[in-house]
């Protein structure tokens, strides 16, 4: 599984990786932290009963903020949230769940890589598909496939034709490590 | 349940003078009759029938992306705006899965 993570790590490439693992919610009421860091207004209004954050609220905003040039920290926040909640993290279809929201907060607050958290719940969404034989897969897909494209040998150049796929983490650690 | 059983048969082994292909083979026969062998026929796991793999309402984030400054931010975020851009086999998933 470690050799695994650090594959992940390295092909998101976070910056400012402090190799701090994301272990657990710490913040008491995430949503509000989440409203105050994105300036999202009144809670009630961007949550869905059960806690998740509504996709369209938020893309209201960044529609708003992208039509009137804003700058600054938020615009980036907000789309930075927007794929944590759809990508890495995704829940149902037109939620952004309180776990990806908690997710993000880590990483604004303390640059808490979220790798981790990511393959944790590839591990689990495998697990439940391979063990009832279908399903939605709630994780981070096209990660899992870049994992996948990365560990195929082949002759033809076709997958060598992407800057990530030149990466074959495991392979240079051992090429490095065993070469003398 | 796996370490124990690796224990008896690494003892067997210590005692009996079992050669290695012998314990693989007694290895995956007791995989087996706990049904926890990956092989097709042997496995009580469901096969692989229906899979959503979609990721939704990327048609709606991707135009936002010509807004934002993407050099500025990968420096915060990493490579994670690039995932959003990779086209997706499906079989690939779908055949990871059986292992």
């Known amino acids: 599984m470690t050799p695994t993570l650090e594959e992940y790590k390295r092909i998101l490439d976070f910056p400012n990786n402090s190799h701090k693992i994301y272990l657990k919610r710490r913040f008491e009421d995430t949503a509000s932290e989440v409203v105050n860091l994105l300036g999202l207004g009144k809670i009630n209004q961007c949550r869905v009963a059960d806690g998740g954050f509504k996709w369209k609220v938020i893309e209201a905003r960044m529609k708003k903020n992208a039509e009137e040039g804003k700058l600054g920290d938020e615009r980036y926040r907000l789309v930075a949230f927007a794929i944590f909640g759809l990508v ?31 393959l944790g719940e590839t ?14 897969m709630r994780c981070c897909i096209p990660m ?37 | 349940m796996l370490n124990s059983s690796i224990q ?43 899979i959503n793999h979609m990721v939704h309402y990327l048609g709606k984030l991707l135009p936002i992306m010509e807004y934002i400054d993407e050099t500025l931010f990968e420096r915060r975020y990493g490579r994670i705006a690039q995932l959003m851009r990779l086209p997706i086999q499906a079989a690939a998933i779908k055949a990871l899965l059986n292992f």
């Open chain 1, 88 to 118: 890495l993290f995704p829940s149902e279809i037109g939620v952004i769940s309180l776990e990806a929201a908690n997710v993000f907060i880590e990483y604004e607050h303390d640059r808490i890589n979220p790798s981790s958290a990511i």
């Open chain 1, 123 to 136: 591990m689990l969404s495998l697990n439940h598909c391979r063990t009832h034989g279908k399903g939605a």
């Open chain 2, 8 to 50: 008896v048969f690494l003892a067997e082994i210590m005692t009996n003078h079992l050669s290695f292909q012998e314990f693989g083979q007694e290895f995956e026969l007791t995989q087996v009759a706990e049904g926890k062998c990956p092989r097709i026929d042997a496995s009580r796991l469901p096969c692989i029938t229906k």
């Open chain 1, 144 to 180: 899992l496939y870049l994992w996948i494209i990365s560990h195929i040998e082949t002759p033809k150049d076709i997958f060598n034709n992407f800057w990530w796929f030149d990466l074959r983490p495991l392979k240079v650690t051992i090429d490095e490590t065993w070469k003398n």
